[in-house]
């Protein structure tokens, strides 16, 4: 019984991050680190660990969906990537030496916030006007966004992705497409990194709970990429925006549980 209960909070956790991946480019640890800290009792470093573990292979097949629609910026997404690295492995360090009621919270105000902008004002930027801004600027503005990207990723495990969409479409100006699979395609290697250092720190995780978090995010992620890359661009931004206000309010929900 114990083992279905775990089958069940393991594969309904999958569900939320895989689609806030491949809908809305975030790191599956906004869905799955609160589920398997509140249902299952599990440590938060731990849950973190697997959070990021579902990532990898969820943000992968995600930026492949997205690369195959010409929905990707690999060349300017690599400069960010680097720098989200080298932050994300100092942010999982620190995180090991703060407490466990101090992590995951960070990012579920941003995130319902976030929600609602999509919804309000809609992202309509097109690729031309993304051409616009010079490419010295938008090197600059890339690592500077990487290196807070990077650190709240390693630190919390949350708010990765959501980060780096608000960057990515703000700062950066692109259309949100683009920016959804640029998302995804960083978040692949930064979740790799976050969870080898998580892993490497605090040990070998629940094989079981790793096991169908990484294969149900996977699935959800997929299903969700596929529907993302054929809306419109107005369908895609209230998509986003409810996606991201419902796993928001669902996180904020389980939190006081």
Known sequence: MELFISFIVCFVAGIGAGLGTGFAGMSAAAAISP????????????????????????SGVSAYTYGKNKNLDIKNGLVMMVTVLVFTT???????LVPSTTMGNFSV???????????????MTTKESMEELD???????????????????????????????????????????????TSVFV??????????????IGGKPDLFCLVVCVLSTLLWARIAARIANKAN?????????????????????????
């Open 35 to 58: 589920i398997l800290i509140t249902f299952l009792g599990m440590p938060a470093y731990e849950a973190v660990g697997i959070a990021l573990a579902s990532d990898v292979l969820a």
């Open 187 to 200: 978040m692949a290697f930064t979740a790799f990194t976050g969870a080898v250092s998580h892993f490497a």
């Open 109 to 123: 105000f941003m995130t319902m916030m976030l929600g609602v902008k999509f919804i309000v004002k809609p992202v």
């Open 135 to 181: 490419a010295r600027t938008r090197i600059i503005r890339s690592i500077l966004g990487g290196m807070v990207i990077g650190f709240i990723c390693g630190f919390v495990g949350a708010g990765g992705g959501m980060m780096m969409l608000l960057v990515l479409t703000t700062v950066l100006g692109y259309e949100l497409k683009t920016a959804v699979g």
């Open 233 to 257: 661009p107005l369908t895609l931004n209230r998509m986003v925006g409810v996606i991201l206000v419902v796993i928001g309010v669902a996180i904020f929900a389980v939190n006081l549980l």
């Open 90 to 96: 100092i942010g999982s360090f620190v995180s090991s």
